[in-house]
T-cell receptor, first 114, second 112 residues
Framework: ETGVTQTPRHLVMGMTNKKSLKCEQHLGHNAMYWYKQSAKKPLELMFVYNFKEQTENNSVPSRFSPECPNSSHLFLHLHTLQPEDSALYLC?????????????FGPGTRLTVT | GEDVEQSLFLSVREGDSSVINCTYTDSSSTYLYWYKQEPGAGLQLLTYIFSNMDMKQDQRLTVLLNKKDKHLSLRIADTQTGDSAIYFCAESKRDSSYKLIFGSGTRLLVRP
């Protein structure tokens, strides 16, 4: 138990659906991250939020829309996804950014797009 | 090519030492990390090393850094079945705000 929870753990959605992934951290951290983990590819950073402000968008398609209402919660809103978006989506948090702050990862949401 | 490269698979017998290797391309990397991912779980930071260090030891884990060859290794002594997991090497640099750049991961299988 790392103090970072993600829901749902598994999600199957059609290409026309709209769904959201949720991440919550109970560690008092100020920075939160979304990563995409695809089979046989390196972990890809998608978004970074620091003190609720987005500080990084790693050229992510607009069909992925992040939201960070406060430092403890992070959402990833999904709409009109493609089958190649099927992956494990990992959330992480850390005390801050800009130094070697340890990132604590959640267990991930396994997303399948049909 | 990839910024960080790792071999995909390693199999060892329980009680032996495991050595997982990683190469990186950017000599300005400031920190280098090893993360562990167990099935159904997120990534867990095992250890990290600053780029001006050659070696770091933490209980059963030894990290060796060869800056000249841009080679990083993780040695696990007395490998146990609970060490079976995917191990990720990652780097970060000051000039990219210390974003983590991960390798593809090495799957370690420990045989009884």
């Amino acid at each position: 138990e790392t103090g970072v929870t993600q829901t749902p753990r598994h999600l199957v959605m059609g290409m026309t659906n709209k769904k959201s992934l949720k991440c919550e951290q109970h560690l008092g951290h100020n920075a939160m991250y979304w990563y995409k983990q695809s089979a046989k590819k390196p972990l890809e950073l998608m978004f970074v939020y620091n003190f609720k402000e987005q500080t990084e968008n790693n050229s992510v398609p607009s069909r992925f829309s992040p939201e960070c209402p406060n430092s403890s919660h992070l959402f990833l809103h999904l709409h009109t996804l493609q089958p190649e978006d099927s992956a494990l989506y990992l959330c992480a948090s850390s005390h801050g950014t800009g130094k070697t702050y340890e990132q604590y990862f959640g267990p991930g949401t396994r997303l399948t797009v049909t | 090519g990839e910024d960080v490269e790792q071999s995909l698979f390693l199999s060892v017998r329980e009680g032996d030492s495991s050595v997982i290797n990683c190469t990186y391309t950017d000599s300005s990397s400031t920190y280098l990390y090893w993360y562990k991912q167990e099935p159904g779980a997120g990534l867990q930071l095992l250890t990290y090393i600053f780029s001006n260090m050659d070696m770091k030891q933490d209980q059963r884990l030894t990290v060796l850094l060869n800056k000249k060859d841009k080679h990083l290794s993780l040695r696990i002594a007395d490998t146990q079945t609970g060490d079976s997991a995917i191990y990720f090497c990652a780097e970060s640099k000051r000039d990219s705000s210390y974003k983590l750049i991960f390798g593809s991961g090495t799957r370690l299988l420990v045989r009884p």
